[in-house]
């Protein structure tokens, strides 16, 4: 079994603003980050989608304590995206002062605007990166 989208194919894609998925063609279900089977029923038939970036917010936290090497970047806000398509995907908040961010966040529409490439540290095996999703007006 090979797999239609790689990790390093989904943060390629990520790269260039575009947020990949892989979509089920046995239940039509949207799975994302990838995997080699369906989330859903476990069908490996799956094709690479481009999804539009859009979704609400779940859940978030503001991080004060950076990851090392990235000390200047702090406070940030992490997001638990509930896309459109279906599948929930983690991201920064931008645009929105992570120091004000209350319980009001959650429930609102976000579109993904950008993506941020991170430097690899000695934990990880080379850059990655994230999505960026700003609040919709």
Same mark, same amino acid.
């Given at each position: ?11 390629? @894609? ?14 039509? *279900? =949207? %799975?994302?980050?990838?995997?080699? #089977?369906?989330?859903?029923? &476990? +069908?490996?038939? $799956? ?5 539009? /970036?859009? @979704? ?5 936290? !503001? ?5 090392? @090497?990235?000390?200047?970047? #702090?406070?940030?806000? =992490? ?6 398509? /279906?599948?929930? =995907? $983690?991201?920064?908040?931008?645009? *929105?002062?992570?120091? !004000? &961010? %209350?319980?009001?966040? =959650?429930?609102?529409? #976000? ?5 941020? #490439?991170?430097? /690899?540290?000695?934990? +990880?095996?080379?850059?990655? &990166?994230?999505?960026?999703? +700003?609040?919709? *007006?």
């Amino acid at each position: 079994m090979e797999y239609k989208l790689t990790f390093k194919d989904f943060n390629e @894609g990520l790269k260039e603003n575009k947020l990949l998925g892989l979509k089920c063609e046995e239940c039509g *279900t =949207i %799975t994302v980050p990838p995997k080699m #089977v369906c989330r859903k029923c &476990a +069908s490996p038939d $799956m094709e690479v989608v481009e999804l539009k /970036g859009t @979704g609400k917010i779940q859940t978030f936290t !503001t991080c004060n304590v950076a990851p090392e @090497g990235r000390e200047d970047e #702090v406070p940030y806000v =992490i997001l638990l995206v509930e896309l459109d398509e /279906g599948p929930w =995907i $983690m991201g920064n908040l931008t645009g *929105t002062d992570p120091t !004000t &961010a %209350t319980m009001e966040l =959650i429930g609102k529409r #976000v579109k993904m605007t950008e993506t941020k #490439v991170f430097a /690899g540290d000695k934990y +990880s095996a080379g850059e990655g &990166a994230r999505p960026l999703f +700003s609040l919709e *007006t």
